[in-house]
């Protein structure tokens, strides 16, 4: 089975940053894209950042690139850079593989913003 299993959320400042970490069970190349996603309660999911084993990436308009997704494919790892943290990211992130058939989603992991 697939599994995708993320880390390195937790409690951060406004105005800090953070890096989380998605790691894949599965060669990225075996999906079409791989994400994340976020959401809050009340809230539906939303998309953060999507990346494709060549490299095209794609970004949620909100984010004005304060968000950088990356990859290491020999590792097979995903990681998202947040950059100038605000309230507002406060939420648990989803990583997301993506085949044609179906979508493949990790846990969460929990971000708070907060002073």
């Known amino acids: 089975q697939v599994q995708l299993v993320e880390s390195g959320g937790g409690l951060v400042q406004p105005g800090g940053s953070l890096r989380l970490s998605c790691a894949a069970s599965e060669s990225i190349f075996s999906f079409l894209t791989m994400g994340w996603y976020r959401q809050t309660p009340g809230k539906q999911r939303e998309l953060v950042a999507s990346i494709t084993a060549g490299g095209d990436t794609n970004y949620a308009d909100s984010l004005k690139g304060r968000f950088t997704i990356s990859m290491d494919i020999a590792e097979k790892r995903v990681y998202l850079q947040m950059n100038s943290l605000n309230p507002e990211d406060t939420a648990v992130y989803y990583c997301?593989?993506?085949?044609?058939?179906?979508?493949?989603w990790g846990q969460g992991t929990q971000v708070t913003v907060s002073a």
């Open positions: 997301n593989g993506h085949r044609h058939v179906r979508d493949y």
